[in-house]
């Protein structure tokens, strides 16, 4: 099932499914979603929750079921990739999870509070959708793209990815300062509404990817029972790390310091809502500013680890997160959020692009690229949600957002020795 290489339009196709997707990443997980859950939840003055016969924290509900989210599709994601393999139907799998998180945004237009089921179950099947497209999605890549195009391509995704959201963003922003125009006075309606056009956006938008992408990018002859396949294939890398003294020490440091990276970016807007007051409009504002401090950010890294090597940018990076959380714990006013908040900006984009170029580097040279990549995401995606489960716990328990900040330092300290030992195991 082979197909023509850095076909202009094809990629062009390709990378309209980030302009279509990345509305979720930045509606829903960043900027809108977080702040009006907080304000819907809270009652009489209390964040407390009733949640399914459970008296918990609105943000440590929040916080626990995106890890849950994310550990679904880890658990999930192995066993998909080996099923598509073997049917050469990866467009059928992209596509059911597009339309699963594009239609659970749009149910969260009727989630307004007392049905908390809805709000939770909403958000859930989004973040399912929107992580189980992105596994097919980046399969893709290598089929679509020859080597030496690949990181162009997966660039202007990324710049794609930008401009569609912030254009979505700044629609909504327009909305939220004259709601009048729409002529409802009900004062959560601007942000439901922006939920619905973020489901409509995403599925819309990625017809013009579906139309194009062809069915599958292979098909494999199935050999035994193919459906483990996948899981099978995370085993036996998983052996082969004992023989790999570097790229398992740099995994451990990785698992660590993206726990805390990921956590801030998911509870950033939760935090800033409750701890700070911050209203939606200025947490639009800052995570629109966050994006344009992403891409510099990930310009200055590059060149960065162009200078001092990958580990020692990385390194780098880490050294900045542990200022970070240990900045974000005094926060108390608007002023700090945003200065701390434009630190986070400038590694945030670094430090996952270079985490996924220094493994490239570091796994052995192979014909299983993918059995390795497919690895590192799941190490990702049980990091999240480790740490978005434990940082919901530590709230719950003690009450404050501010005790499960002191958590993240420890994650960054760990991930930055680890990192130290990597560099010494080189020399």
Known sequence: MGMEKNNRKTIHAWAMYDWANSSYALVINSAIFPAYYNQVTRQDGSDRVQFLGLDIENTALYSMTLGIAFGLVALLSPLLSSTSDYSGNHKSYMQFFCYLGGLACVSLFFFTGPNLLLGIGGLLLATVGYSGSIVFYNSYLPAIATEDRQDRVSARGFAYGYV???????????????????????????????????????????????????????????????????????????RRLRSEPRLRTFLLAFFFYIMGVQTVM?????????????????????????????????????????????????????????????????????????????????????????????????????????????????????????????????????GSMRNSILLLGIWFVLGLLLLLRLQRQRA
């Open 164 to 238: 569609g959201a912030t254009t979505l963003m700044l629609g909504i922003l327009v909305l939220m300062f004259n709601p009048h125009w729409l002529g409802i006075a009900e004062e959560g309606f601007v942000p439901r509404l922006a939920f619905a056009l973020t489901g409509l956006w995403w599925i819309a938008f990625a017809q013009f990817t579906f139309r194009r992408l062809p069915r599958g990018i292979y098909v494999k002859r199935p050999e035994g029972r193919y459906l483990w396949h996948g899981y099978r294939e995370l085993v036996k890398i998983w």
């Open 266 to 398: 998911f509870m950033a807007a939760s935090f800033g809502e409750k701890e700070v007051g911050l209203k939606i409009v200025q947490l639009i504002a800052t995570v629109i500013a966050l994006e344009y401090l992403a891409i510099a950010g990930a310009y200055l890294f590059a060149g960065l680890s162009e200078r001092l090597g990958n580990v020692r940018a990385l390194t780098l990076a880490v050294a900045v997160w542990v200022g970070i959380t240990t900045a974000a714990y005094f926060i108390r006013t608007p002023f700090h959020f945003y200065s701390v908040a434009v630190f986070i900006g400038l590694v945030m984009g670094g430090i996952q692009a270079l985490s996924r170029s220094t493994y490239a580097k570091l796994i052995p040279k192979t014909q299983n690229n993918a059995g390795y990549f497919s690895f590192f995401d799941v190490c990702e995606k049980v990091a999240i949600l480790i740490g978005l489960v434990l940082f919901g716990y530590l709230d719950n328990l003690t």
